[in-house]
């Protein structure tokens, strides 16, 4: 009789710990994310990004950009970004955060004038690396629906000399979907 009623409360303890387990889950914690930038399109580009949480406080993650419409004042044809974040809000990986990114890009070349200072033929396309810092706000949802604003800035390190500037921005206004 003893040990069964040993064994009772041994099972009775176990089955305690697990459901307070599943009650305690956050219902934020997901590991994956994946986002939509909306205000590319009206400089004629796309930009999509997928992020991956290694714990409540950071997440690393990439982004690309690619441009569609060379018609606009955009000399930028294509970037990939890898990113480390840091966040500070309460929540899981929402809140507040800081960035540091690096980029890989493609940029137009610089324009070379005629002698007459009207006509110009583009340069050839320059392949550039260049590494920066952000920050920004995530609100994430229940159902796992991300709302994102970032900016960043970082600056051209090897072939700045090449094109017309030499920093890159970063703006982004994001939904995405934490899964």
Known sequence: MKKNFLLLIILFAFCSVNAQNETDADPYQKNNEIKLTLITPLSGAVEVGFE?????????????????????????????????????????????????????????GKKVYAADNVTFTEGKDVYDLALGAGFGWKVVTRKGFVFEANVGYGRLIFNADKTDHNQVLKLGLSIGYRF
Request: hydrophobic share 35%; net charge positive.
């Open 52 to 108: 991956r949480y290694l714990n409540k406080k950071s997440s690393v993650g990439i982004s690309a950009l690619f441009v569609y419409d060379h018609t606009k004042e955009n000399d930028m044809n294509y970037f990939v970004s890898p990113y480390y974040r840091y966040y500070f809000g309460k929540k899981y990986a929402s809140g507040f955060f800081v960035e540091g990114f690096g980029m890989f890009t493609s940029i137009d």
